[in-house]
């Protein structure tokens, strides 16, 4: 017979990541299908790998202007209400850039999505760590960020065959029928989170009461363990904590060098020799052994005593992988470090998000959580501008890869800094 905190644990994993992962999913699909449209698009619409790269980094510009006061208001209002309308904008931002007919009015549109996504990933992060105890969240991250490289696989050839397939009727382009199909999910999918989310474990009627008792006591002892005295608790503390910033500093050079190259993925596969069919197929291998090693990752992140050592191994891993393809290209060996980077980046995602959770609380954590986020999007604004300009100056992707490996170099020396003198994570050990 499970104990209540196993029923327990299990009940609201049920209830709560099903949602998110949906949710999750359907951002990462609106993210990376311009990258499929770039297939087609760029030399529809004249556009230079420059202006697609500066295009596709604005999707940051707004979600850097908005990530922290979104992840505020959700916890303000509460994630059921915010989230929906979260979802339903970014709908209608993707669908417009189906009608986009220059550089200009890309970059706005990529700008508006930014915006309205901003609040999404970390509103996740920020939520979970009100759900779940800590030793079980780097799990229930990974549970949760095994969406990111299923949206590969699944998206990579869903996104290429719309692309084909659909060119011509109405009078649409096959790069619009993508955009506009692949919007849709957000709106029907905010529906849904309306409909099924609780804003916290109190209003939560599927729980029952022991198992609200349960929950409210084991997270109390979560912080008193953590010394919660000590936390920062406020949006001041928080920006005010230079742990706070050094994961702020990490998370942009993982946002430079991992979103740069996921966003230019189909154009250097491309790259490669493979055709425009072929290559959503091929972009799904990396993200396979990604979806695959990801759980390993939560388990290490979880059972290991510094999660940043884990991140540490992570960021080496990335700029080691970024390197070794930028030497092969344009050779398809070049898939093999390709994949080691995707499955590096997918991983460390758990633990590393996992850690701003583990010293901050109440609205602290809201603004700690946004500003690491909205950091990492710095470098999402960042890597595919540089890969997009050192492509066109070079008419290959070798020298732009290798500067975004020099980029994973230096967020893997920050986090071996953040090692030293951080105390090992106590061993909670409280039975239901």
């Not at 500066?54 to 915010?82: E, N, Q």
Request: aromatic fraction near 10%; glycine fraction near 12%; charge should be positive.
């Amino acid at each position: 017979m499970r104990t209540i905190e196993q029923q327990t644990v299990a009940k609201i994993w049920w209830h709560v990541i099903p949602l998110f992962s949906g949710g999750l999913f359907i951002a990462h699909l609106d993210r990376a299908n311009l990258g499929f449209a770039a297939l087609t698009m760029l030399r529809d619409l004249g556009l230079s790998n420059t202006q697609f790269g500066a295009a596709s980094g604005a999707f940051a510009l707004g979600y850097m202007a908005f990530g922290i006061p979104s992840t505020l208001m959700l916890h303000r209002w509460g994630a059921r209400r915010w989230i929906s309308l979260m979802m339903v904008a970014w709908g209608i931002f993707s669908a417009a850039t189906a009608f986009v007919s220059g550089p200009t009015q890309l970059l706005i549109a990529r700008m508006g999505l930014g915006a309205a996504e901003a609040g999404f990933a970390p509103g996740a992060v920020f939520y979970i760590s009100r759900w779940f105890p800590s030793e079980y969240r780097g799990r229930i991250l990974a549970s949760l960020f095994f969406i990111i490289p299923l949206s590969q696989i699944i998206g990579g050839p869903l996104s290429s065959g719309l692309l084909v397939s659909l060119g011509g009727i109405a009078g649409l382009k096959g790069w619009q029928w993508l955009l506009l199909l692949e919007a849709l999910p957000s709106v029907v999918w905010a529906v849904v989170m309306a409909g099924a989310l609780s804003d916290s474990p109190a209003k939560a009627g599927w729980l029952s009461a022991a198992q609200i008792s349960w929950l409210t006591e084991r997270l109390r002892a979560d912080e008193q363990q953590g010394g919660a005295t000590l936390r920062p608790s406020s949006v001041r503390q928080a920006f005010g904590s230079p742990r706070v910033w050094a994961l702020a500093i990490i998370s942009a050079g993982l946002g430079t060098s991992a979103i740069g190259t996921l966003i230019f993925l189909p154009l250097i596969i491309r790259s490669m020799g493979f055709s425009i069919g072929a290559t959503g197929l091929v972009l799904a291998l990396p993200s396979v052994v990604g979806a695959v090693l990801l759980p390993l990752w939560g388990l290490w992140a979880d059972r290991s005593r510094s999660c940043e050592f884990v991140v540490a191994v992570g960021c080496g891993a990335m700029a080691a992988g970024l390197l070794v393809t930028a030497v092969l290209l344009p050779s398809p060996w070049a898939l093999i470090p390709l994949s080691a980077v995707l499955a590096a980046f997918f991983g460390i995602l758990p633990p590393f998000f996992n850690l701003p959770s583990g010293f901050l609380s109440g609205s602290g954590a809201a603004a700690g959580i946004g500003l690491i986020s909205v950091a990492g999007n710095v470098g999402q604004a960042v890597g595919p501008y540089v890969l997009g300009h050192r492509s066109d100056l070079d008419h290959s992707y070798t020298s732009g890869l290798a500067w975004l490996a020099v980029i994973a170099a230096g967020a893997t020396l920050i986090s071996i800094a953040l090692i030293r003198g951080r105390p090992l994570k106590p061993a909670l050990s409280i039975s239901g």
